[in-house]
């Protein structure tokens, strides 16, 4: 026995920024962000939202459409690469709001965190130590970017998507991996006011773009076929590929390569930018709120992140 | 292997016709610095090798320089 995705749910800062509206701000254009990247809109937090109030509304959507009760949930992991807080961890804060006491933590394994944080949930469901799990990926990209950086700060969004798990058979394939590349894409803590070490000022997001495109379209493509090897399929076997919204070039270049029709390939990243481990559950939620995702849809989760990770899914919906 | 990489760019670009020379840039081929790093990935497949992505990459000459290393 392992886990089914029982319900989704997800929540944005109620801004939506334009890449007209930023080009207000900076030296860019709508026509140089949509062509290099797919993207129009992000939607980015203002005023007093932040994550741990985005979390536990994306919770509260979860639960309710899990039909259980708060108090059914027996462990709460969120992925975030930097909650409100250095500690508690968000998962905590999650916790403390929803008034429950079960185990809660943050995992980062950057935009790979939901694959990562399901098959931790998959590994206690399948063991019978837990029976509901709630994943929370929330993530505040605009507090890690440099806005004075324009390659990079018109790349990413804020928001957050849960999910709850329960037991099931869903999952068929997953795998994890990181290979080392940590200096493509980080950034760098300050020192604090430590008189032992050299004052070091906290940094930004860096990212070297063409490696991680590179990375990204390479390891698509290596792990898909992993993981359809693994389970004797073709690629035209897939329903749908998840696939992890960076770039909408990375996606078309991988769609490309694996020789697949642009249907079986959806994107809403032109509506919210790259929100790291957020988007590949606030897709899901998208596509099972249409009505694309039913049960028997054969799905392929492809996330790739900074470390750089990856995180390769096989799910059959229940 | 300038064949090589003008096979490689006409694929990319279906235009079986395109021109390139050493001193062709990729700015003029309309090729972005994504579309460069697609370009070295189905080089990359051609060729059977693995290509170090370098900035200064502005030419096929420059292309071939790092190729013939």
């Not at chain 1, 140089?32 to 985005?54: F, P, V």
């Amino acid at each position: 026995m392992g886990l089914r995705i029982l319900s989704t749910g997800i929540s944005l800062p109620k801004t939506a920024v334009s890449n007209d509206r930023l080009a207000t701000m900076m030296n860019t254009s709508d026509q140089w962000i949509s062509s290099r990247t797919g993207i129009k809109y992000r939607h980015i937090a203002s005023g007093d939202e932040n994550l741990t109030s985005l979390s536990i509304a994306a919770a509260g959507t979860a639960i309710e459409r899990a039909a259980i009760r708060v108090s059914d949930i027996d462990m709460i992991i969120c992925s975030t690469m930097c909650g409100d807080y250095v500690f508690p961890s968000l998962a905590c804060c999650v916790a403390e709001a929803l008034g429950v006491t079960c185990p809660a933590f943050d995992l980062n394994a950057a935009c790979s965190g939901f694959i990562y944080a399901l098959d931790i949930a998959d590994k206690f469901i399948s063991t019978g130590r837990s029976k509901h799990i709630l994943i929370v990926c929330a993530e505040m990209m605009s507090r890690l970017c440099d806005w004075t950086d324009r390659s990079t700060c018109v790349l990413f969004g804020d928001g957050a998507a849960a999910c709850v798990v329960g037991e099931g058979n869903a999952i068929k394939y997953i795998n994890l991996t990181s290979d080392g590349h940590t200096h493509l894409l980080y950034q760098q803590v300050g020192s604090g006011n430590s008189p032992f070490r050299p004052q070091k000022e906290p940094g930004f997001l860096v990212m070297a773009g063409q490696d991680v495109f590179k990375f990204a379209v390479s390891k698509v493509g290596q792990q898909t076929e992993l993981a359809l090897q693994a389970l004797n399929l073709t690629p035209d076997d897939i329903d749908l590929y998840i696939l992890h919204q960076a770039n909408k070039r990375i996606i078309d270049s991988a769609r490309a390569r694996l020789e697949q029709p642009e249907e079986k390939f959806p994107t809403n990243i032109d509506r919210y930018g790259n929100t790291s481990s957020v988007t590949i559950p606030l897709l899901l939620d998208e596509l099972l709120e249409a009505g694309s995702i039913k049960k028997g849809t054969k799905l392929l989760l492809s996330a790739f992140g900074a470390g750089m990770t990856t995180g390769t899914c096989v799910m059959i919906w229940e | 292997m300038l064949d090589k990489i003008t096979k490689v760019i006409r694929d990319y670009k279906e235009d079986p016709d395109i021109v390139i020379t050493k001193d062709t840039t990729f700015a003029e081929l309309e090729l972005d610095s994504l579309a460069t790093v697609e370009l070295v990935m189905n080089l990359e497949d051609e060729l059977g090798i693995t290509i170090e992505l370098d900035q200064n990459i502005k030419t096929v000459g420059d292309l071939i320089k790092i190729l013939e290393k």
